[in-house]
């Protein structure tokens, strides 16, 4: 098939073309899909996006109009797909459910283990030929509360490690998971999360129901000097409210990988250019607080997975064969 694959980096160029091997033609276009850039679709069999592509309903239409049949995801989510329009031109949306948990939990694991023992800071005072410690104490991650709110898969990966640790874990989820029930994990109601959490890491998605989940109300019911870590979905968390939480040292350690507001700002490099979020701006004063540009997922594994996942959805399509790929259908 001819697939025009949008959002490219050179990393998706190297992953989609070592698994697919010429099987299908893949043209790169480093553009987001949008408005604006849809009619490159034209000529194309299929479009392959990403999380900032947007697949509205004008955009559909465009694609619908250049004869695209497929729309194939290379990730999870699909929020950002209008799947009625795309139901009713009859495209087929597809998507990668789940690539690597391990990657996400680690890397909820690495920032809290770097806001822990000041490894950021740690790092730039050695390279200044200062070995002063002061400023630097952490504390030992054994015998500590750690709150897990979604034990999905990355939950799951997370409390296995974090029990590795020595860690008492706690966690919250409207449907528990029964691999988690067989762990050392105790399920328990948010309130009792908020109360003893000494570090608490968000892997639910983002819904209605959990927006803002972090929020004034939520802070103020949690330790003294508590850790949280975001590496799910920025709007989890009210970053007014947190930042407040961060002044008064109610928020003692903060760990992002996502931010409300990073549609704008991640994935590209805009060192050359002025930071208006002034939000951002001030989160970035805190030095206990370390953001990363939605990278958890970024291993070569978990590359290779989404590649591989992705080019068999795509065969698969094309093989008339949609009981064995990755559909996603409206309600
Ligand atoms: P999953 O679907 O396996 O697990 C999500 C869990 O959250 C489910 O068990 C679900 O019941 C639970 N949940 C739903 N509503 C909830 C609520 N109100 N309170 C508590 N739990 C609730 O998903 P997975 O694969 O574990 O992914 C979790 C999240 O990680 C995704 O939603 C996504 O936002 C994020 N993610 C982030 C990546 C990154 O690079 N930073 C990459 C991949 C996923």
Redesign the pocket.
Known sequence: MKVAVFSSKPYDQAHLNAINNGQHELTFFEPHLDEQTAALSQGFDAVCCFVNDTLSAPVIDTLAANNVKLIAMR???FNNVDLTQSEQHGITVTRVP??S?Y??AE?AVALSLCLNRNLHRAHNRVRENDYSLHGLLGFDMHGKTVGV????????AFIRIMLGFGCKVIC????P?PEVEQTDARYVP?EQIWAESDILSL?????P??RH?INSNSLHQMKQGVMLIN???GALIDTRAVIDALKTGKVGYLGL??YEEEADLFFEDNSNKILYDDTFARLQTFNNVMITG?????TEEALSAIADVTIKNISGFEANDLETICVVKAN
């Open positions: 990730c999870a989510g789940e690539y948990p990657a996400v890397h709110i979604g034990t999905g898969k990355i939950g799951l919250h989820d409207p449907f998971n948010l892997h639910c998605p983002l819904l129901s959990t989940i590496t799910s979905r990988d996502v939605h990278q958890a997922f970024f």
